[in-house]
């Protein structure tokens, strides 16, 4: 008797969302084991996971939703330029850039005083058009000259990195330390905190609604795939660019286009980060939201309401494994439990079959 | 049978093979012998059955009944590393490398018996005598992924004859060969007979067998018309009428012609095109004085420093069938997508309805009237992921407006897709259940009536009844005639001639990315068509006389014009 | 408009945290009188540098202050930063040590929602009226220290270059620079001090590549400011001198070739600002240690320590008796940068005898009840070759 892989031609509902679940718990299960191997009671550390990253009252869930909002935006970007089968993993860099352009906008562009309602969309818009213009240099020499997007893309988070510590370090350099100065108040993305005089409860959530903007973008997302002529186009180019081109459609253009509005996506999310959360940009604020978000577009099969629901998860993941301490071990269970989701992920799509 | 007698047994003999797919008989009973030393060309159209038989021969298929002999002992190869070990090697059309090794770690791959540690310059050195011996040259350190396809023939060549093949087995060889290439690869084949190696090789190019070959099995579908026949006794026009499936004419003379297969018994043989080919209305000729709805003038398209087209110039009327017959791989493909924007001509000019289009997109040949369907109904017309109305509304989704700009109107889409379904008797369970979902004729009626949806001016369809039953064939046969008949030029590009016969009004032959030959209907003669077809042309540029005088003298059928690659070097000629 | 905004977000937490059940317990803590400290890292304990030595100095608070400690390493200075933070003040932690430059935000938003929890920020220059503050140890008087070892086993070897690798041209890192590079020049007053900027606090691979860069210039000795001992073990490998930087162990993989190390010993400070707010005698205030409180310690010259091989036998005495004085709180920082003073193109930057002020050390401005700097930390002393990347 031999074991063998077959795909599954029409995965069943039960399998397309039990296969995850199976592997979470699997995951979570092998988890345990790994900390009980440690010495660590793992019953309590997990409790202590879930409790700070998802039970545990209004700050444990407005944690988690601040860190899910630039996973979902970035998760937005490269699901959508997945859908076009465009390996956009520069989102991380097109995010830096993001967060440097609405950085330049607040402390170089606009005076002090100008009113947040107009600060704060010219920010976002400026977050946008730096992610787009990053996205749209491996677009263009992937349409142009055939070069791969993965290694361009990939690149390109590094030029961004460096070019954001030149302008932390020295151009926009508060005095001379590593930081630009503090954004004007008004231009701070508006947070639930801000409604403690009023209900003092509301105090210490640091939730901003950069988290209401990547929901809208969700739909917006879902709207533009399942419901426009663009959405149709990136459809069957990401099915088969060699159908998409039978069909008259402009193949080319739309590989710019797709990485023009996948790298702004990611750049908003740098936008929001520093108006939202930082209030100035400074050296490593971002943990690498951008890779993670690969990850996430993947494990949500690039469905915009999965990728919002996958967000949430794994930044209450995220922020809960920072109840264990020390950190490799947190990070050791990040892996385990991904790597199963992942892996059970490929029985949701083939499954194994006994031959005689 | 006297004749056998005197003949040294065969190192491969395939008796009475038959492979049955479902729902496919493609090997009927077929025999073949290979003896050491000895060239063996199989030969027939596309779908004839060669490449089962060979995948018999090679291990990759196993036969359902028959008997493989090596050296005169049956066989049963349960893998083709039980025709390896038995001497037999095969080199398939793509040679099957990998692409990031070097040449020789490609050679030296999967032999048995290598040692632990590669002493890589001792592995070389070792076969070196070999390659010279072949004349073959090889820089064994470069990766194979930088060779062109000759040099990748070759070290397909080498790693088959590393593992110590008596027996080599070579489907088309010469089909992505250059004719420098092929010339060359054609001497190391003489070579390696001499040396006692047999060879059995797939081709469609006649002056190629010719030259090469001492004898000749022909394959018509699933049978063969001549088995094993010394390549002297047969002339190349007869070749090309067997393979096209007239009976041979000069067969006569051959004294197994009693084994020949009687062809009348096959039911949609010619006869049954003849039949076919009656009922068929004469060209209206409806837009004779009208300008052509698609032309081409001059058009050479490259690729990879290749001609794939060279010169082609076609103008289609109005109302008229013009079809392209000729064996597959022979630049229909290229021509087919320059006629419909898909690939853009390296020189020379495509116009549609007068309007020149040659740089521009597919969506601009669309848009001034032309359809398409691809050959490639998978990866091309319709993709495996794509739901049906997807399929339905490929090239219509722009016209299907939703109420807000930029949005497709879903039930429109469905009503649309819907349409077609029914209009062109699809069966299906539903707009939005995937196209795999499709048998491939039902998939087909769908891409035809998508195009024809568009009510087109000038349709192109390429291989259209390819894999289709006989119910499926018919109605689509029927639906490009119709689409005829209501004044929409038609471009028909099929390897199956019986098909372009069927349907044409006209006719043209390409072979090697050429036009050679052009018919009017009543002027069609299928004999000549087939030779024209396996490269038996006059009149090709480069011919000289001398190399005429040479061809013969070897071929030994003075009638036939030789084919321009050929080397005209005699056979087992001196090493350079 | 916005607040309505606000407010669904707000119901949507609500809502969700009702969802996701539980009511929040912080039982976790077994008894709730025990005084807690609580550390927030950057980086990995294990990183052998910076977040290390603070660990080390958590741990001496553990033992000799008798007090519960916790510590989370390895967040990020955005959004998790805040949220670390916020957390370990809701968990009744009493005193929380922030260790980076970058937590100094996040540190002063959560001190002003927690009033009754004491916020000390590492690294940086905020603070407030009643419960934040910031902490600060003179490293200079350190470098200086190593400056003229270094300067000394030059001359041994008759070179006249030492390399220097540095992370980024900021206030913090100038200053130790310049100290070094004074330090140099006590014992060889025509050494030359060749810098390399890498842009990186810890990057192995560019700071191993700025090592050798200074090695192939002629450096004799190399010294970093960087976090990973990577420069050192290129300077041994080269048969040269090197001199390492934040932790003890700094020196630990080529004792042999290894001149000191200047590092961090945050212990007894981290105890004295315990005890302090134990008794209620603390108070927010811009913290910035001497020698004589130990926070900064010479490797080889300590109590129980003894000088490495390389040191020149002829400058041991001089060090010993300099860092003595330092101890004991005689030879300060402001001693270090004592006038006269020249910047390396020339230009003179302090009149004899003249001193810098606290302000002009760290290049503060623009604070409040603070002066501004008037000689700000933002050149480069005579000696050094290399320029500080334009504004």
Known sequence: MRLRVEPRLVPSRLVRFGAPVTGLLAGLLLSAGMLELFGISSPRALAAIVQSGFAGGLYAISDTLTVATPLILCGLACALAFKARLWNVGAEGQLFLGAWAATGVAIALLPEGTPGWLAIPAMAAAGFAAGAAWGAVPGALKARFGTSEILTSLMLVYVAAHWNNYFIYSAWSDRGFQMTRLFPRAFWLPRVADLASIWPGAAGLTLHVGFFLALLLAAAFWFVMFRTRFGFELKVSGISEKTAHYAGMPVKRNIVLVLVLSGGLAGLAGACEVAGVVHRLQENFLPGYGFTAILVAWLARLNPAAIVLVSFLLSGLLVGAREVQPSGIAMMLQGIVLTCVVAADFFSSNRIRRVP | MDVLVNIPPALLSLDAICVEFPGVLACDRVNLALRAGEIHALVGENGAG??????????????????????????????????????????????????????????ILGSRGLPPVLARKRLASAIEPVCTRLGIELDWTRPVESLSAGEKQKVALVRALY????????????????????????????RLAADGVAILFVSHKLPEIRSVADSITVMHRGRAV????????????????????????????????????????????????????????????????????????????????????????????????????????????????????????????????????????????????????????????????????????????????????????????????????????????????????????????????????????????????????????????????????????????????????????????????????????????????????????????????DEKGAQRSRAGASDLPPEPSVSPRPRNGGAS | MVRILLFGLAALLAASSLVGCSKQDSTSQADGDDFQVAFVYVGPVGDGGWTYAHNEGRLYLEKNAGVKTTMVENIAEGAEAEQAIRNLARKENDVIFTTSFGFMDPTEAVAQEFPNVKFIHVTGFKKNSTNFANLMGAMESMRYLAGMIAGARATEDDSRIIGAVEPFPIAEVIRLLNAFALGVRVTCPDCQIHIRWINSWFDPVREKEAAQSLLEAGADVIVTGCDSPGPVVAAAQAGKWGIGYDSM?????????????????????????????????????????????????????????????????????KIKDLHARMKKGEFTRFDVFRGPLRDNRGKEILSADAKLTQEDLEGLSKLPDRPDCTVCMGWLVEGIVGTIPAR
């Open chain 3, 249 to 317: 162990n700094a020196c630990a993989s080529v004792p042999e070739r290894c001149l000191t190390a200047t590092y961090w010993n945050w212990g007894p400070v981290y105890a004295d600002m315990v005890r302090q707010i134990r008794e209620g005698t603390w108070k927010p205030a811009d913290y910035y240690f001497e020698a004589d409180s130990g926070i900064v310690a010479l490797l080889g010259f300590e109590e129980g320590q003894t000088p490495a091989a390389g040191v020149p036998a002829s400058v041991v005495p």
């Open chain 2, 163 to 190: 593992r110590e093949a008596k027996i080599l087995i070579l489907d088309e060889p010469t089909a992505v060969l250059t004719s420098d290439e092929s010339d060359k690869l054609l001497e190391t084949m003489r």
């Open chain 2, 50 to 107: 060669k490449s089962t038989l060979m995948h018999c021969a090679a291990g990759v298929v196993r036969p359902t009944s028959g008997t493989i002999r090596v050296g005169g002992a049956a066989v049963r190869f349960a893998s083709p590393q039980d025709a390896q070990a038995a001497g037999i090697a095969m080199v398939f059309q793509n040679f099957l490398l990998v692409e990031r090794l070097s040449v020789l770690d490609n050679v």
């Open chain 2, 226 to 545: 001549a088995e094993s026949m010394p390549a002297r006794d047969i002339s190349a026009e007869e070749v090309a009428r067997l393979m096209v499936g007239l009976r041979a004419e000069t067969a006569a003379r051959d004294k197994r012609e009693a084994s020949l297969p009687a062809w009348s018994g096959l039911g949609a043989g010619p006869a049954a095109g003849d039949k076919r080919e009656a009922s068929l209305p004469a060209w209206s000729g409806l837009g004779a004085g009208a300008a052509p709805l698609l032309r081409l003038d001059s058009v050479t398209l490259r690729v990879d420093g290749h001609d794939r087209l060279s010169q082609v110039s076609l103008s289609l009327r109005p109302g008229e069938i013009l079809g392209i017959a000729g064996v597959s791989g022979n630049g229909q493909k290229e021509l087919v997508s320059v006629c419909a924007g898909v690939m853009r001509p390296t020189s020379g000019t495509v116009s549609v309805r007068s309007r020149d289009l040659t740089r521009r997109s597919p969506r601009d040949f669309f848009e001034a009237g032309l359809c398409y369907v691809s050959e490639d109904r998978y990866g091309e017309a319709s993709a495996p992921q794509l739901n049906l109305a997807d399929c339905a509304c490929l090239k219509g989704y722009r016209t299907l407006r939703g109420p807000l700009p930029g949005t497709i109107d879903l039930a429109a889409m469905s009503g649309f897709a819907e349409r077609i379904l029914d209009t062109f008797h699809v069966r299906h369970s539903g707009a939005w259940a995937p196209t795999t979902s499709l048998s491939g004729g039902n998939l087909q009626k769908l891409i035809l009536g998508r195009e024809l949806s568009h009510d087109p001016a000038v349709l192109v369809v390429h291989q259209p009844t390819q894999g289709l039953d006989l119910a499926s064939t018919e109605f689509v046969c029927e639906e490009i005639r119709r689409q005829a008949a209501t004044g929409t030029a038609v471009l028909l590009v099929s390897s199956d001639l019986d098909e372009v016969l069927r349907l044409s009004h006209r006719l043209l032959v390409i072979y090697r990315g050429r036009f050679v030959g052009g018919f009017e209907r009543e002027q069609i003669d299928r004999a000549r068509v087939g030779a024209l077809m396996a490269g038996l042309t006059a009149g090709t540029p480069g011919t000289g006389p």
